[in-house]
């Protein structure tokens, strides 16, 4: 019996782009809908200065984000109570289910990170809590 051949490997070269629901464009990465991925979503975003997300939640997953360049603040935890700044060179986790919110307050840099989750669609277990957006403002 011949051996069954390991999967290919995929080269995903940048330039496609999707909107997210979290009001932030991403780098199309590696994901189920690019390559197939069965366990992990990995893309990358640019928050344009004085640019936000959403505030929302990941239902069921965990996500590590390790930011390239510039400076974001994140307002996280019950009613967005709790806040970090990260700072370039810097991992930042945030597990399953709990709410956030990433700002880049800078005026004239963007803020550029790579995220990585545990689920492998880009956008299915986004939970949106529009009742939390004012907390940003």
Do not use: W
């Given at each position: 019996?011949a051996?069954?051949?390991?999967p290919?490997?995929?080269?995903?070269?940048?330039g496609a782009?999707?909107?997210?629901k979290?009001?932030?464009?991403?780098?199309?990465?590696?994901?189920?809908?690019?390559v197939?991925?069965r366990?992990?979503?990995m893309?990358?975003l640019t928050i344009?200065?004085?640019?936000?997300?959403?505030?929302?939640?990941?239902?069921n997953?965990?996500?590590?984000i390790y930011?390239l360049?510039g400076?974001?603040e994140?307002?996280?935890?019950?009613?967005l109570?709790?806040?970090?700044?990260?700072?370039?060179?810097e991992?930042?986790?945030?597990?399953?289910?709990?709410?956030?919110?990433?700002i880049?307050?800078?005026?004239?840099?963007?803020c550029?990170?790579?995220l990585?989750r545990?689920?492998?669609?880009?956008?299915?277990?986004?939970v949106?809590?529009?009742?939390?957006?004012?907390?940003a403002?």
């Amino acid at each position: 019996m011949a051996p069954t051949p390991a999967p290919g490997c995929t080269l995903i070269r940048p330039g496609a782009t999707y909107e997210g629901k979290q009001g932030l464009d991403y780098f199309a990465g590696v994901s189920a809908q690019s390559v197939g991925s069965r366990a992990l979503c990995m893309h990358l975003l640019t928050i344009p200065p004085g640019g936000r997300a959403k505030a929302h939640l990941h239902a069921n997953h965990e996500t590590a984000i390790y930011l390239l360049s510039g400076e974001a603040e994140v307002l996280y935890g019950e009613g967005l109570r709790e806040r970090l700044v990260q700072r370039a060179g810097e991992f930042l986790y945030i597990p399953a289910g709990v709410p956030h919110l990433p700002i880049n307050r800078s005026r004239t840099e963007p803020c550029t990170a790579v995220l990585a989750r545990t689920d492998p669609n880009e956008q299915e277990s986004v939970v949106l809590l529009p009742e939390l957006d004012a907390v940003a403002d």
